[in-house]
């Protein structure tokens, strides 16, 4: 292997006539690419918007389908949510599952404890 020159490195020469280290610069740093501030703003914000999204699944209330009939045609389903218990037809049901709550809908209680 040829002796270290001290002269920079030119793009048309060899790259084993210089030590890895003196070519290997982080893009960062060497003023090509994405600037760092940008990347991290970016990274942030992607962060934050998928914390929300946990924060929003984690607020809406569970609904737990107890008991199930169907009958005469129609479906009806016993739902428990937030401790009380319903009794809700299918799409009753699925506005419960998409985060509506009881009192949205103006659900009672049922009684057949």
Known sequence: MPAESSRPFAPTEKLTRHPVSAILVPAAFSGGGVCMSESMASSVTSQNSKRAAVRK??????????????????????????GEAYWVDEFRLSQLQQGLSPAELELTPATDD
């Not at 009958?71 to 949510?81: C, I, T």
């Open 57 to 82: 699944a984690l607020d809406r209330h569970k609904v737990y389908i107890t008991a199930q009939s169907f009958s005469a045609g129609a479906y009806k389903a016993r739902v428990l949510v937030d």
